[in-house]
């Protein structure tokens, strides 16, 4: 990057830094910026567009698009948690072909790297949204949400089971372009989610994003009754980037070549690197954009600033090097 760098650190506040490559891949998909959206928090990225010049990230995630149009769930859909926030939207969207002629023909013509989140209720859904996509021009990447209830096995949800994971993976594979990058983006709400990351390797997956939103929930003091329609909903913010990061130095830490989008309440340059650090190719940006539009640009800013004050010539050097030091302790799977 060509712009100049200032020191923010207390070493040498306003010291003109060198710049850092900061370009990156996820599996073939190759990009000049590090910072994506998260997937359900800027729709398809026109609104943040406003603010900022959305073709400066690596890319938009799209909002998780579904085979048929979706209303969601009953409001209240979001509540206010201590340095988070639940969201109970129940995925409401246009549907996949008002999505692929309005949203991502937007996005195309826009000149963004874009990455298609979908999500389904079967296998086959899965699969049926792959092959719509298959031939559509403009698509860097596809993420596949399996943080959905399977219809088909009393609702369990597809992340939490590796062979359902596998399964939709492997669909997904099977009715994409073979050059489409297919990232699988696990959910915390696991027991071991590196036997997850490992099944939907297996199955097909080129990279993962990591983590979804946590379960949680809300009681309403004044109703006395849960505060979201829905009863349950996705914890994101800052009270989550804690678990984030060990899930993704647990990953790393296991698949050390498989590259991960990694998000869950990131703020700021300096929380970027530390998901950096830890294993993650690139990350998202998401809740801090309904306070902060021009969030994803700026954290993007300061993670080269970040990098370059701990001598990083290029943002790749620094992917897993937490891992690197000498004295760094095997993680302790069980508390005896």
């Known amino acids: 990057m060509s712009r100049a760098l200032f020191a923010s650190g207390p070493l040498d ?36 567009d406003q603010f900022f010049d959305i073709t400066e990230l690596g890319g938009i995630v799209t909002k998780s698009v579904m085979m048929a149009a979706r209303s969601g769930r009953a409001t209240p859909r979001m509540a206010e948690t201590p340095s988070g926030m639940l969201n109970s939207i129940g995925l ?10 309005q949203d991502l023909a937007w996005l195309r013509q826009r000149g963004a790297r874009t990455v298609v989140s979908i999500a389904g209720g079967s296998v086959d859904e899965y699969a049926k949204l792959a ?31 590796p062979t359902a994971a596998s399964n939709v993976i492997q669909a997904v594979r099977r009715n994409s372009d073979i050059k489409t990058p297919i990232i699988a983006k ?83 340059g300096q929380d970027a690197l530390q998901f950096i650090l830890a294993g993650a190719s690139a990350v998202s940006v998401g809740t801090v954009t309904f306070h902060d539009p021009s969030a994803p640009l700026r954290v993007q800013q300061e993670l080269e600033i970040a990098l370059a004050e701990r001598g990083f010539a290029t943002l790749r050097e620094a992917i897993g090097y937490g891992h690197r030091g000498p004295d760094i302790p095997e993680m302790i799977e069980e508390i005896e």
């Open 13 to 48: 506040p306003g010291a003109l830094l060198p710049a850092v490559d900061m370009s990156t891949s996820i599996g073939s998909f190759e990009t000049p910026a590090p910072v994506f959206t998260a997937s359900g928090c800027a729709a398809a990225g026109k609104e943040l």
């Open 131 to 161: 092959s719509k996509l298959r031939s559509v021009e403009g698509i860097s990447a596809i993420e596949v949400n399996i943080s959905c209830p399977n219809v088909e096995d009393r609702g369990q949800v597809f992340a939490c089971d």
């Open 92 to 101: 409401q969207g246009p549907g996949i072909d008002a999505f692929i002629e």
């Open 186 to 268: 696990l959910s915390p709400d696991v027991t071991d989610i590196v036997s997850i990351a490992g099944a939907v390797q297996r199955a097909g997956a080129d990279a993962l994003a990591v983590i979804n939103t946590t379960l949680g929930m809300v009681i309403d003091l004044d109703t006395l009754r849960p505060a979201l329609g829905g009863i349950t909903g996705g914890l994101s913010g800052p009270a989550i980037r804690p678990i984030a990061v060990r899930c993704v130095w647990q990953i790393h830490q296991a698949f050390p070549d498989l590259p991960i989008l990694g998000m869950g309440g990131i703020r700021s």
